[in-house]
């Protein structure tokens, strides 16, 4: 029994081959990358310490924009938006070690650098 590799190399080769002066098979698209990925912007989170930041305006409001009466909701606030920033420090540092994905610009500008070659062999 033949190798499967060389039984899809003879198919592929039988596809390919002009029978009638016309390929068989004919992209609908040139098989080569463009020189520009789209620029898509990634999906934006939840927000964070919206209930520290309401309970403050909340305290604010009831007591006439006094600073010094809510000084524990606005210590609770900040408290919370220092965590939030650590965690995100965090998320980013470990995600762009392992996902081994590049941000579209990044892409875009490699794929500039280095072109395809648009005609065909």
Same mark, same amino acid.
């Given at each position: 029994?033949?190798?499967?590799? !060389? ?48 309970? !403050? ?30 965690? !995100? ?33």
């Amino acid at each position: 029994m033949a190798n499967p590799s !060389m039984q899809i190399q003879e198919k592929v080769s039988r596809l390919m081959s002009r029978q009638n002066g016309k390929p068989v098979l004919r992209p609908s698209r040139p098989l080569s990358l463009k020189d520009a990925v789209a620029n898509r912007k990634p999906p934006k989170g939840e927000g964070t310490c919206i209930t520290e930041m309401s309970l !403050m305006m909340a305290c604010w409001k009831q007591h006439n924009f006094v600073e010094d009466l809510c000084s524990s909701e606005v210590q609770a606030f900040y408290s919370c938006v220092h965590k939030a920033q650590a965690a !995100m420090k965090n998320k980013s540092t470990l995600a762009g070690q392992d996902r081994g994905r590049l941000p579209p610009k990044q892409a875009t500008t490699l794929l500039k650098r280095f072109p395809n070659i648009r005609t065909e062999i």
